[in-house]
Every structure is written in structure tokens, then in C-alpha cells.
């Protein structure tokens, strides 16, 4: 079972990873790392997000596969929550993306551009939310 504070750790771990790619401008070379970590840095912010609000028991786990689709999510997420319709199709696009950027050749740097941008709104919709400050 991971804790809340786990669940910080490993979104930081991933958030860092993927900004140190941004500065040594390391998109294109590196995208299936981004893909994967984006993906699960966005996993581990929503399952913060639940777990904060105690929305979910402290022994579910969050998997990047309840984001295959909308429906799937909807399913999994069947109980109220804040920026519910939001967060889930956010979560659904940045499995998308883990799909699209993971497997095959390599793709074009505005998709992983794209895939970034979407993990940082899923981010700040959690932080808000949550009132976290600035770290």
C-alpha cells in the first residue's frame, strides 16, 4: 500500500526527471522516458488528489490503464469529486499520450510537447485544489 507522501515522492521523482529533460533539451531523444513518466506522475498526482480528499481507501491502487478511456475512468471513478469531469478526461488524454509517445516510432516533438503541457494541467488542477504551495 502506498501512502500519500509515496505517491508525492514518486510524482516529484518523475516531474524532475522530465523537466531535467526539458533543460537539456532532450525532448525528442528521450520521449518514451516522458511518456511513461508523464503518464505516471499524472497517476500518482490523481491518486494524491483522492487519497487527500479521502475519496478512496488507503489500500486502492491507481492504475494508468483506468485511463484507457473516458467510460473506463468513469467507471473506476463512479463517486463525485472536484474538477471530476476535468481531471478524468485530462487523465484519459495523458494515457493517450503514454500510447501514442511509448510505442512505435519516434514522434514529432509537438506531440510530446503536448504530453507535457497536459501532465502540468493535471498538476496545477491537483494543486489548486489541494492548496498545495510552490515546492
Known amino acids: ?31 518514451k522516458i516522458i511518456g511513461f ?15 487527500s480528499k479521502n475519496l478512496i481507501e488507503p489500500s486502492f491502487s491507481i492504475n494508468h490503464r483506468f485511463f484507457a478511456s473516458l467510460r473506463i475512468a468513469e467507471r473506476k471513478f463512479n463517486f463525485n469529486f472536484p474538477k471530476k469531469e476535468e481531471l478524468l478526461k485530462l487523465l484519459v488524454k495523458q494515457e493517450d499520450f ?3 509517445i511509448c510505442y512505435g516510432k519516434k514522434k514529432d516533438l ?10 502540468f494541467e493535471i498538476k496545477k488542477i491537483t494543486d489548486i485544489e489541494l492548496e498545495v504551495k510552490n515546492e
Open 98 to 100: 503514454r500510447n501514442k
Open 1 to 31: 500500500m502506498t501512502t500519500i507522501e509515496e505517491h508525492k515522492e514518486i510524482a516529484k521523482e518523475f516531474l524532475d526527471d522530465i523537466n531535467e529533460k526539458i533543460r537539456a533539451n532532450l525532448l525528442l531523444e528521450r520521449q
Open 37 to 51: 513518466a508523464a503518464s505516471e506522475s499524472a497517476t500518482n498526482l490523481f491518486a494524491v488528489f483522492l487519497h
Open 110 to 119: 509537438e506531440i510530446v510537447n503536448n504530453a507535457i503541457k497536459n501532465l
